[in-house]
């Protein structure tokens, strides 16, 4: 599978998915479903070099802090050669100028590698939080603009890994790893430097050790990138099994799921414990293989080293020397496994998010920005065309087959159907959650797709049905549909749908916070706070897919009344199973199978015999 | 008001807490979870140990060699000495190597095991902790806590340990080569110690406050995702992205007050013992000079202080990661902590039901939320209600008069604040809660489905063994068989939530989920609102010969779900205002006929 994957539109709301449908999310290939979404190779690195890029001057400075601090803390075993191989002869002779030099140089360098060590911590933190900020951010705001259908196959629960334990693991990488990876390079690079220096045929041990230790490097590598991918995936499918849980927590608890869901939890946690505990022991071997090359190297230079001092070849000092210098230099190989470590899992987790940010928009934004013209009435309402417009899945499944449809400015469409007949296919294209395979949607001339979407939302906005309350307050959720609104506005338009009473008499009326004590909105109120947010966005189509579904009769009424003033002027396409909402409109289509097959105003269409009329004689004597 | 949605987004669920509290004390709480593996965990710490004071031993042998073979210019000696430091060598690396192996596994597991735990716990709290609760602070404690606690257990508990005997022995190595030179090495312990308790206090204010934001920050995500359909649909995305990008600053400015926390215990845990060596070294030197000491015992003694250093540097890493493990902690067990429904069964009182008792009974039932503000008045008072065996009973009321909340508590969702509910006249608070959601059947308003295939879905309403013919039949009366066309038929998995299916084709599925059982007592919460007028039409035609010998509770809001009912019961003001078959309420009860008509302006109902 492509890139393009994503592009391609689930079967979804009221469509029957064909037989090649997509989204059902069960052919066993498929990478939503093992997670694996593919990037484009070297995405993974180009991610980081990009993430960086902008940091690179502080970067720097951070790594020369670094530079510098190793520098003053390497500079002791020297000084400690120097004490014993010169000033000591020295104060023997009461030259005390030597010693004292030493003393100075230690205090010096302590005092230095202190400071620099705060200001190294210091810096590192600000390069690697704004990496971080700098992801999270990229994150989110690709996953925002990834269309809708990207979404229902993605999961909320994979997103929120890829922005929390993904972003994690770069965040261990960028904390610990880089300064270890730093600091293990830079003591190598010193302490050899330093031994080959203090006598060539001792440094050249030293550095020979490089050779087992780097294969030891490389095999790590390998084996610990395979067993950490697993582990990104494995704790990606425990989260998507958490939030799922969490968030249907009733009905879990009415059908008694708890222990099938543990159960199945189990499988995935245990998955996860063993990828988990699969690193940490290749984490061990990798330990035991470098401790092993280190100390063998130990032994072998002071063998050499003391083999000469006791021939007389080598000064004791220098021995000396080397022998700490040693005990530093293979010091941080461990460290180097836990760099090897934290690079191994922000690899496995950038490769995931480099799949989701390869991700590209089946719904892009306009290059090249355009603009709806001016109102032509004194009205807000504007012009429909759906121009020759075909939709169907990019596997074949045909949707909607190629259709015209003018929708006048001002007019008040409804559109009726059987289940699965295209009615929301439609409002879906109208509304720009999907584009059309074919053909175009204007609005006032304009192509959709040149809009962009500030000024494509000032011009259609739906409701569905699905009312979903952001935490907050009950005025934060339905100044969604326009943030710069007043009070005042917020008040009016809840007023306007009927609900201004409901909020009212809760705790703290406007203010509630939903998700605080006696917060609790029930699903009709849901959608009046969902219709309200519409009615304050004040676009110029207003497109409501089954929008009162779960309202009273008197709560249905109220919302036509408002809508009655509301819509006035206003474009509307309204998709409901109650045929009420046909007596505020001035004109019907009936869909059935993806094509329009009435269309006219409502009175002609009742008094005719065709479905319309039958569809409303049913929904009459429902009403009994 | 200027941008709601930041408002929206920034709504910390938790409050860091403030009072003073021992990290020790929080973490001792781990114990239960870690004692099945404590004899490995012991063990390596032990392995640890030994591992760690080899590694002291080396700058003995070196001593030896200067001082013994060197100074006697003894080759063979010099080999033995080199032969000793490879063993040791080996030891070292081995045991170091035996220590990780040894707990790998266990402590995946103990991390496993409180995720599981976590979970199950969660899965049995009240419904009205996950109204208070935003998932994404649950899943931050169950993914990144859990993460950090692992960590902990793997390297500061053992190296907090380990570290602290190296130390101790190698100051104790130190004292026995030159008690002079082991004092003055000593002298900056109660300087560090001193700093490292300062630090450790107001690093775990800083660390708690970091990981509530995260906390905050996974909310925010998850709500981007759940309402992605609103975003888009008003074009909001931006504003949201502002939002999570306020967050996520307010994330780095705590995470950058950690940093320089750290970095100055790191500052000063580098620079004093440096200084200590370096007046050892000029000490030392002065000392060889005048013969007081050997050669080999001041490069022994550097050699061991410098091997001193990585443990002395690392206290001020390995305080932090505990202080973060104890904040896990901590929020881990807040969560813990919360009491699961109690599964204690009351007795069942009066032995024999009363013919009279059959069927579903409200007696005097009374609720408010456990959490609603003191002195509301109770959303639901005084409920008295019947509904006979066999009989099904529409409930009516207007939007928010708490249709659903009533039906929420038959199956103990919620639990009554006074009064009791009768099922053949036992107390549903004297049978477990399994057995009466096993006796009664529920369908939400809002259908969730899980991740899993549609026949699974439908039947998790089954009792064990429910197969084909029984899904089969389920799916025909909630005329669900459009699953049968689905790419795999029933076998087809739908999506989280389910949201691959549109939601008249969810809500049918619920339906056949809570028909599947052929339960005795059947809850829907109206089951029917995105259905179009002729799938609804046949829903109800099927639906009734499954009502026809089943006693059901249907929340209804049009006439045409209402007559599914052989009574209706009207919900108003909290109480049940009126009961009676449709044509009797629409005859004689003006708010009732005004709900279903939505006519008689005048008569709006005065709740």
Same mark, same amino acid.
């Given at each position: 599978?492509?890139?393009?994957?994503?592009?391609?539109?689930?079967?979804?709301?009221?469509?029957?998915?064909?037989?090649?449908?997509?989204?059902?999310?069960?052919?066993?290939?498929?990478?939503?479903?093992?997670?694996?979404?593919?990037?484009?190779?070297?995405?993974?690195?180009?991610?980081?070099?990009?993430?960086?890029?902008?940091?690179?001057?502080?970067?720097?400075?951070?790594?020369?802090?670094?530079?510098?601090?190793?520098?003053?803390?390497?500079?002791?075993?020297?000084?400690?050669?120097?004490?014993?191989?010169?000033?000591?002869?020295?104060?023997?002779?009461?030259?005390?100028?030597?010693?004292?030099?030493?003393?100075?140089?230690?205090?010096?360098?302590?005092?230095?590698?202190?400071?620099?060590?705060?200001?190294?911590?210091?810096?590192?933190?600000?390069?690697?939080?704004?990496?971080?900020?700098?992801?999270?951010?990229?994150?989110?705001?690709?996953?925002?603009?990834?269309?809708?259908?990207?979404?229902?196959?993605?999961?909320?629960?994979?997103?929120?890994?890829?922005?929390?334990?993904?972003?994690?693991?770069?965040?261990?990488?960028?904390?610990?790893?880089?300064?270890?990876?730093?600091?293990?390079?830079?003591?190598?690079?010193?302490?050899?430097?330093?031994?080959?220096?203090?006598?060539?045929?001792?440094?050249?041990?030293?550095?020979?050790?490089?050779?087992?230790?780097?294969?030891?490097?490389?095999?790590?590598?390998?084996?610990?990138?395979?067993?950490?991918?697993?582990?990104?995936?494995?704790?990606?499918?425990?989260?998507?099994?958490?939030?799922?849980?969490?968030?249907?927590?009733?009905?879990?608890?009415?059908?008694?799921?708890?222990?099938?869901?543990?159960?199945?939890?189990?499988?995935?946690?245990?998955?996860?414990?063993?990828?988990?505990?699969?690193?940490?022991?290749?984490?061990?071997?990798?330990?035991?293989?470098?401790?092993?090359?280190?100390?063998?190297?130990?032994?072998?230079?002071?063998?050499?080293?003391?083999?000469?001092?006791?021939?007389?070849?080598?000064?004791?000092?220098?021995?000396?020397?080397?022998?700490?210098?040693?005990?530093?230099?293979?010091?941080?190989?461990?460290?180097?496994? *836990?760099?090897?470590?934290?690079?191994?899992?922000?690899?496995?987790?950038?490769?995931?998010?480099?799949?989701?940010?390869?991700?590209?928009?089946?719904?892009?934004?306009?290059?090249?920005?355009?603009?709806?013209?001016?109102?032509?009435?004194?009205?807000?309402?504007?012009?429909?065309?759906?121009?020759?417009?075909?939709?169907?899945?990019?596997?074949?499944?045909?949707?909607?087959?190629?259709?015209?449809?003018?929708?006048?400015?001002?007019?008040?469409?409804?559109?009726?159907?059987?289940?699965?007949?295209?009615?929301?296919?439609?409002?879906?294209?109208?509304?720009?959650?999907?584009?059309?395979?074919?053909?175009?949607?204007?609005?006032?001339?304009?192509?959709?797709?040149?809009?962009?979407?500030?000024?494509?939302?000032?011009?259609?906005?739906?409701?569905?049905?699905?009312?979903?309350?952001?935490?907050?307050?009950?005025?934060?959720?339905?100044?969604?549909?326009?943030?710069?609104?007043?009070?005042?506005?917020?008040?009016?338009?809840?007023?306007?749908?009927?609900?201004?009473?409901?909020?009212?008499?809760?705790?703290?009326?406007?203010?509630?916070?939903?998700?605080?004590?006696?917060?609790?909105?029930?699903?009709?109120?849901?959608?009046?706070?969902?219709?309200?947010?519409?009615?304050?966005?004040?676009?110029?189509?207003?497109?409501?897919?089954?929008?009162?579904?779960?309202?009273?009769?008197?709560?249905?009424?109220?919302?036509?009344?408002?809508?009655?003033?509301?819509?006035?002027?206003?474009?509307?396409?309204?998709?409901?199973?109650?045929?009420?909402?046909?007596?505020?409109?001035?004109?019907?289509?009936?869909?059935?199978?993806?094509?329009?097959?009435?269309?006219?105003?409502?009175?002609?269409?009742?008094?005719?015999?065709?479905?319309?009329?039958?569809?409303?004689?049913?929904?009459?004597?429902?009403?009994? | 008001?200027?941008?709601?949605?930041?408002?929206?987004?920034?709504?910390?669920?938790?409050?860091?807490?403030?009072?003073?509290?021992?990290?020790?004390?929080?973490?001792?709480?781990?114990?239960?979870?870690?004692?099945?593996?404590?004899?490995?965990?012991?063990?390596?710490?032990?392995?640890?140990?030994?591992?760690?004071?080899?590694?002291?031993?080396?700058?003995?042998?070196?001593?030896?060699?200067?001082?013994?073979?060197?100074?006697?210019?003894?080759?063979?000696?010099?080999?033995?000495?080199?032969?000793?430091?490879?063993?040791?060598?080996?030891?070292?690396?081995?045991?170091?190597?035996?220590?990780?192996?040894?707990?790998?596994?266990?402590?995946?597991?103990?991390?496993?095991? *409180?995720?599981?735990?976590?979970?199950?716990?969660?899965?049995?709290?009240?419904?009205?902790?996950?109204?208070?609760?935003?998932?994404?602070?649950?899943?931050?404690?169950?993914?990144?806590?859990? *993460?950090?606690?692992?960590?902990?257990?793997?390297?500061?508990?053992?190296?907090?340990?380990?570290?602290?005997?190296?130390?101790?022995?190698?100051?104790?190595?130190?004292? *026995?080569?030159?008690?002079?030179?082991?004092?003055?090495?000593?002298?900056?312990?109660?300087?560090?110690?001193?700093?490292?308790?300062?630090?450790?206090?107001?690093?775990?204010?800083?660390?708690?406050?970091?990981?509530?934001?995260?906390?905050?920050?996974?909310?925010?995500?998850?709500?981007?995702?759940?309402?992605?359909?609103?975003?888009?649909?008003?074009?909001?995305?931006?504003?949201?992205?502002?939002?999570?990008?306020?967050?996520?600053?307010?994330?780095?400015?705590?995470?950058?007050?950690?940093?320089?926390?750290?970095?100055?215990?790191?500052?000063?845990?580098?620079?004093?013992?440096?200084?200590?060596?370096?007046?050892?070294?000029?000490?030392?030197?002065?000392?060889?000079?005048?013969?007081?000491?050997?050669?080999?015992?001041?490069?022994?003694?550097?050699?061991?202080?410098?091997?001193?250093?990585?443990?002395?540097?690392?206290?001020?890493?390995?305080?932090?990661?505990?202080?973060?493990?104890?904040?896990?902690?901590?929020?881990?067990?807040?969560?813990?902590?919360?009491?699961?429904?109690?599964?204690?069964?009351?007795?069942?009182?009066?032995?024999?039901?009363?013919?009279?008792?059959?069927?579903?009974?409200?007696?005097?039932?009374?609720?408010?939320?456990?959490?609603?503000?003191?002195?509301?008045?109770?959303?639901?008072?005084?409920?008295?209600?019947?509904?006979?065996?066999?009989?099904?009973?529409?409930?009516?009321?207007?939007?928010?008069?708490?249709?659903?909340?009533?039906?929420?508590?038959?199956?103990?969702?919620?639990?009554?604040?006074?009064?009791?509910?009768?099922?053949?006249?036992?107390?549903?608070?004297?049978?477990?809660?399994?057995?009466?959601?096993?006796?009664?059947?529920?369908?939400?308003?809002?259908?969730?489905?899980?991740?899993?295939?549609?026949?699974?879905?439908?039947?998790?309403?089954?009792?064990?063994?429910?197969?084909?013919?029984?899904?089969?039949?389920?799916?025909?009366?909630?005329?669900?068989?459009?699953?049968?066309?689905?790419?795999?038929?029933?076998?087809?998995?739908?999506?989280?939530?389910?949201?691959?299916?549109?939601?008249?084709?969810?809500?049918?599925?619920?339906?056949?989920?809570?028909?599947?059982?052929?339960?005795?007592?059947?809850?829907?919460?109206?089951?029917?609102?995105?259905?179009?007028?002729?799938?609804?039409?046949?829903?109800?035609?099927?639906?009734?010969?499954?009502?026809?010998?089943?006693?059901?509770?249907?929340?209804?809001?049009?006439?045409?779900?209402?007559?599914?009912?052989?009574?209706?019961?009207?919900?108003?003001?909290?109480?049940?205002?009126?009961?009676?078959?449709?044509?009797?309420?629409?005859?004689?009860?003006?708010?009732?006929?005004?709900?279903?008509?939505?006519?008689?302006?005048?008569?709006?109902?005065?709740?």
């Amino acid at each position: 599978m492509t890139t393009t994957t994503a592009s391609t539109p689930t079967a979804e709301d009221d469509e029957l998915p064909g037989p090649q449908g997509q989204g059902t999310g069960s052919d066993p290939g498929d990478v939503f479903d093992r997670d694996v979404l593919p990037a484009p190779p070297g995405a993974t690195a180009a991610l980081l070099r990009s993430l960086l890029a902008p940091l690179r001057a502080r970067a720097v400075v951070t790594t020369l802090l670094l530079l510098l601090q190793q520098a003053a803390v390497q500079v002791g075993p020297l000084l400690v050669a120097y004490a014993i191989d010169s000033a000591v002869p020295a104060f023997r002779e009461h030259r005390h100028g030597p010693l004292i030099a030493v003393g100075v140089g230690y205090l010096l360098c302590a005092l230095a590698s202190g400071v620099l060590q705060f200001a190294f911590i210091e810096a590192s933190a600000r390069v690697s939080q704004d990496v971080l900020l700098d992801l999270r951010g990229r994150i989110f705001r690709h996953a925002q603009a990834l269309s809708v259908d990207f979404h229902e196959r993605y999961t909320s629960g994979r997103l929120i890994s890829r922005s929390t334990t993904d972003v994690e693991s770069l965040r261990e990488l960028l904390n610990d790893g880089l300064q270890e990876l730093v600091t293990v390079v830079l003591s190598f690079v010193y302490i050899s430097a330093m031994l080959l220096w203090l006598d060539l045929s001792l440094g050249a041990v030293a550095v020979a050790s490089f050779v087992p230790l780097y294969l030891l490097v490389r095999v790590y590598q390998r084996r610990a990138g395979r067993v950490y991918r697993a582990r990104s995936t494995a704790i990606a499918a425990v989260i998507v099994k958490f939030v799922e849980t969490m968030n249907g927590v009733r009905p879990v608890r009415a059908f008694r799921r708890e222990a099938a869901n543990d159960a199945e939890f189990a499988v995935l946690n245990r998955r996860h414990e063993r990828t988990n505990g699969d690193a940490l022991l290749e984490m061990a071997r990798y330990v035991v293989g470098s401790r092993l090359v280190a100390n063998t190297a130990v032994a072998g230079i002071v063998l050499w080293g003391a083999y000469r001092v006791a021939s007389g070849s080598l000064a004791l000092g220098v021995l000396a020397a080397a022998v700490l210098y040693l005990r530093r230099l293979y010091d941080p190989i461990d460290r180097l496994g *836990m760099f090897l470590n934290s690079y191994q899992s922000a690899a496995a987790s950038l490769e995931k998010v480099a799949g989701l940010l390869a991700q590209t928009p089946s719904v892009p934004e306009p290059a090249v920005p355009g603009e709806l013209p001016p109102l032509k009435g004194d009205f807000p309402g504007r012009e429909v065309v759906f121009d020759g417009v075909r939709f169907g899945y990019r596997t074949g499944g045909e949707v909607l087959p190629r259709f015209d449809l003018t929708l006048p400015a001002g007019q008040t469409v409804a559109v009726v159907g059987a289940t699965g007949a295209g009615k929301s296919t439609l409002a879906k294209l109208l509304a720009r959650f999907y584009d059309p395979s074919e053909g175009r949607v204007l609005l006032d001339g304009v192509d959709l797709r040149e809009l962009p979407v500030p000024e494509l939302r000032r011009g259609v906005v739906m409701v569905t049905q699905e009312a979903f309350l952001f935490s907050g307050t009950v005025a934060d959720n339905i100044a969604i549909g326009r943030p710069d609104a007043t009070r005042e506005d917020i008040e009016r338009a809840a007023k306007a749908i009927g609900a201004h009473e409901f909020i009212s008499a809760l705790p703290d009326g406007y203010d509630t916070d939903v998700r605080k004590r006696g917060g609790r909105i029930s699903a009709g109120q849901r959608q009046l706070v969902a219709f309200a947010r519409a009615l304050l966005a004040d676009p110029a189509v207003l497109i409501l897919d089954e929008a009162t579904s779960s309202l009273d009769i008197p709560g249905e009424r109220a919302v036509q009344r408002a809508m009655s003033t509301v819509l006035r002027g206003r474009t509307a396409v309204v998709i409901a199973h109650r045929l009420s909402t046909v007596e505020i409109a001035d004109r019907v289509l009936v869909m059935e199978h993806g094509r329009i097959v009435e269309d006219g105003r409502p009175e002609e269409l009742i008094g005719g015999t065709g479905r319309f009329a039958d569809l409303h004689r049913a929904w009459r004597d429902s009403l009994a | 008001m200027s941008v709601p949605v930041r408002t929206l987004a920034v709504m910390p669920t938790t409050r860091a807490t403030t009072e003073d509290r021992s990290a020790v004390r929080t973490l001792l709480r781990l114990w239960p979870y870690v004692r099945p593996v404590r004899a490995r965990l012991f063990t390596a710490a032990f392995v640890a140990i030994v591992a760690s004071c080899t590694g002291l031993v080396i700058p003995l042998v070196l001593k030896w060699i200067v001082d013994g073979p060197v100074a006697d210019r003894d080759p063979a000696g010099v080999w033995l000495g080199a032969l000793y430091l490879l063993l040791l060598g080996i030891a070292e690396a081995v045991l170091f190597g035996i220590r990780r192996w040894l707990v790998a596994r266990p402590l995946s597991h103990v991390e496993a095991e *409180m995720r599981a735990g976590l979970y199950g716990h969660l899965q049995r709290l009240p419904v009205a902790f996950h109204d208070r609760w935003a998932s994404g602070q649950l899943l931050s404690r169950g993914t990144t806590d859990l *993460m950090l606690l692992r960590m902990f257990l793997a390297f500061p508990l053992t190296f907090l340990l380990v570290n602290g005997v190296t130390i101790l022995v190698g100051v104790v190595i130190m004292l *026995m080569q030159d008690w002079v030179l082991g004092l003055v090495i000593l002298g900056p312990a109660i300087p560090v110690m001193w700093t490292c308790a300062v630090f450790e206090r107001r690093y775990a204010e800083v660390a708690r406050r970091a990981q509530d934001q995260v906390g905050d920050l996974t909310t925010v995500v998850e709500e981007s995702v759940l309402g992605i359909r609103i975003i888009k649909g008003f074009g909001r995305h931006r504003s949201q992205a502002r939002a999570f990008r306020e967050l996520s600053v307010t994330l780095r400015g705590t995470e950058l007050r950690k940093a320089r926390l750290l970095a100055m215990i790191w500052g000063v845990i580098v620079t004093l013992p440096e200084l200590a060596i370096g007046a050892a070294l000029v000490l030392g030197a002065v000392r060889v000079a005048d013969g007081g000491l050997s050669a080999g015992t001041l490069v022994a003694f550097l050699s061991t202080a410098l091997a001193l250093r990585w443990p002395v540097d690392s206290i001020g890493f390995l305080l932090a990661m505990s202080q973060e493990a104890a904040t896990a902690t901590e929020r881990y067990f807040e969560v813990m902590d919360e009491v699961r429904e109690d599964d204690a069964v009351a007795p069942r009182e009066g032995g024999q039901a009363r013919a009279a008792d059959a069927g579903l009974r409200f007696e005097n039932v009374l609720f408010r939320y456990p959490d609603a503000p003191p002195g509301s008045p109770p959303l639901l008072t005084r409920i008295d209600l019947h509904v006979r065996p066999g009989e099904s009973m529409a409930l009516v009321g207007a939007t928010g008069s708490g249709k659903t909340t009533l039906t929420a508590l038959v199956p103990r969702l919620h639990e009554v604040t006074s009064g009791r509910i009768t099922l053949n006249g036992v107390d549903i608070t004297a049978m477990p809660r399994e057995e009466l959601r096993a006796k009664v059947a529920v369908a939400f308003e809002e259908p969730t489905l899980f991740s899993t295939s549609v026949g699974e879905n439908v039947l998790m309403g089954a009792p064990e063994g429910a197969g084909r013919p029984d899904l089969d039949r389920a799916l025909a009366v909630a005329q669900a068989d459009f699953a049968h066309a689905l790419p795999q038929g029933t076998d087809t998995r739908v999506g989280e939530q389910g949201l691959s299916l549109s939601g008249g084709q969810r809500q049918r599925l619920a339906l056949a989920r809570a028909v599947v059982g052929r339960p005795e007592f059947l809850v829907l919460d109206d089951p029917l609102s995105a259905l179009d007028v002729h799938t609804e039409a046949a829903v109800e035609a099927a639906l009734r010969q499954v009502l026809a010998d089943t006693t059901a509770l249907i929340v209804a809001h049009r006439p045409s779900t209402v007559l599914l009912a052989d009574r209706v019961a009207l919900l108003s003001g909290g109480r049940i205002a009126a009961v009676g078959t449709h044509q009797e309420l629409l005859r004689t009860n003006a708010e009732y006929a005004h709900l279903m008509s939505g006519d008689f302006e005048d008569t709006e109902d005065s709740r």
